[in-house]
């Protein structure tokens, strides 16, 4: 018997195990285990089940028309593996490597332990252009390129099916019993659907039209929402995968004459890269997800202001692009990257929070949330890496910048909604501002940044810093510019903050220098 244990990647089409478990003649079941322990864990949310279970109805549908059938089941995944050896004896199960949160990765060590253990075999494939056990990261790149340049795997025409009479009876084809699971968090009802045929259809509008603005709007909060390819959920739970979106977009660009439109592609190609490199990174140290990258930092943040927290958190702030955004997110699930960094920014440094309790409850609001990019970004956007530049945002400048008309802040900020333009972004300067119903600030903003400012680049300069900054930068930086870095460093140890953001280590570069 050959098990196809699914997990975020819930689709038929270049899903290895799904091919080699067909291809052996053996029958096959595929199954989705809920585990309560990771679901519970303080980083999922009813928003991402939701998008899972929308996933795995149309999952089943593909399944049974070709002779095969959907199992689920809810339980810890060693008790799911007890049933299926009572039931079938010795079996085989295939599985894609979770790049996932040092939980889910210390539960797949104990399942492939489980399975040598009772002289079983687990067949794990390679999901993402992330290497398991990567030797060095200067073969990063070129392993990242033989996976994305490697052939798909076409969906199976026919699947031998496991007997639907001889299944244990911890398993069911019934989804609805994972719809009664009680997640944490809220769902949402405006937020992208789940499905591998969503996935690439949203793939096919992006690389027929949508993306010959993708540089120019990626900053736009209103105009990135369909500028940009949009398949961050499909990706991070699986329903396509990075090497097929991959080979789709080199075959556009060949076809793409503009050279305009070609660099819009060259720049989508390059954040596919940046999406595996990040997710090295937690692969190749998990701690991350927990501790910070540059402990030198922890001693910025000591104090913890709750009421503070939950007005960011809620949309509260008074502060109309930081609680546009918040609002947002709440209620689709997804902002664009620069909205990203900017609530970050303003929790961690504007505010000077500690980045853990903000990573958990972003985590579930992203609706694609994926953990090898969402913590990296976190430490990153927090300044805790220390090789990486700090970026302290003033959120009123990012939006007269990138939202000049208030179109965005109209629409999830409604108490702003008939202001003149000219007050949106700075609605206590109106004569009218008592009767909006909408808090004042909660911070002097320019005051706040440069206490930030002045506290975080000071650690930041400390021998402390930069030695921990060296040696992590060895192991998790970009290998594009790292001899060169290496260089600036001994050159630049006291120059001012501005020379050194220029020789800091390359990063996902969607801003300019426009952040303050």
Not at 398 to 421: N, W, Y
Not at 478 to 496: G, Y
Request: with cysteine; aromatic share 10%; net charge neutral.
């Amino acid at each position: 018997m050959n098990v196809i244990w699914y997990k975020r990647d819930i689709r038929i089409y270049d899903h290895e195990p799904l091919a080699k478990a067909t291809a052996s003649k053996s029958p096959v079941l595929p199954l989705y285990v809920l585990e309560p322990s990771v679901w519970q864990a303080g980083d999922l949310s009813q928003r991402h089940l939701q998008f899972v279970i929308e996933s795995l109805y149309e999952l089943q549908t593909q399944l049974q028309k070709r002779g095969a059938t959907l199992f689920v089941a809810v339980g810890e995944m060693e008790e799911v593996l007890e049933a299926l050896e009572a039931t079938y004896g010795d079996f085989t199960l295939f599985s894609h490597e979770e790049n996932g949160t040092p939980f889910t990765f210390e539960r797949d060590k104990r399942v492939l332990r489980w399975m040598r253990e009772r002289g079983h075999v687990m067949a794990e494939y390679q999901g993402y252009g992330v290497t398991r056990r990567l030797k060095s990261r200067d073969d990063f790149q070129k392993l990242y390129q033989i996976h994305v340049q490697s052939p798909v795997h076409p969906a199976p025409k026919q699947i031998l099916s496991a007997d639907p009479d001889e299944i244990p009876d911890l398993l069911t084809t019934d989804l609805r019993m994972l719809e009664r699971y009680a997640a944490p968090g809220e769902r949402i009802r405006y937020g992208q659907q789940g499905g591998e045929k969503l996935a690439h259809e949203t793939l096919k509008t992006f690389l027929e039209e949508r993306f010959e603005t993708y540089n120019v709007h990626i900053s736009k909060p209103m105009a990135s929402s369909t500028s940009c390819s949009r398949l961050s959920p499909y990706i991070a739970w699986g329903n396509i995968s990075i090497r097929y979106i991959y080979q789709q977009s080199i075959k556009q660009m060949a076809q793409v004459k503009n050279a305009f439109h070609r660099r819009q592609l060259e720049g989508f190609l390059s954040r596919l890269h940046w999406h595996c490199h990040f997710i090295q990174r937690l692969e190749d140290e998990p701690e991350i997800a927990h501790e910070t990258i540059n402990p030198a930092f922890d001693a910025a943040r000591t104090e913890w202001n709750e009421e503070s927290y939950q007005r960011w958190l809620n949309g509260q702030t008074g502060i109309p692009l930081i609680d546009a955004a918040m609002r947002c997110l709440h209620k689709t699930g997804w902002v664009n990257f620069r909205s990203r960094a900017m609530v970050v920014s303003f929790v961690c440094n504007t505010l000077l929070l500690d980045w853990r309790r903000p990573s958990e409850d972003l985590a579930m609001l992203f609706l694609d949330y994926e953990p090898g990019i969402h913590f990296s970004q976190m430490q990153m956007q927090a300044g805790t890496t220390g090789f990486n530049t700090i970026r302290i945002y003033n959120p009123i400048k990012q939006g007269k910048d990138h939202d000049a008309d208030g179109r965005f802040i109209r629409r999830f900020v409604p108490e702003l909604k008939d202001l003149p333009t000219e007050f949106v972004h700075e609605p206590w300067k109106s004569p009218s501002f008592d009767d909006l119903g909408y808090p004042a600030p909660m911070v002097d903003v320019s005051q706040a940044n440069g206490v930030a400012r002045k506290v975080l680049w000071g650690i930041k300069a400390t021998p402390e810093a930069e030695e921990h900054a060296m040696k992590k930068l060895e192991k998790h930086g970009s290998r594009k510019r790292q001899h060169q870095q290496k260089r600036d460093s001994a050159k630049t140890k006291k120059t001012t903050r501005s020379k050194k953001a220029k020789n800091e280590p390359e990063q996902l570069s969607l801003f300019g220098d426009d952040w303050e």
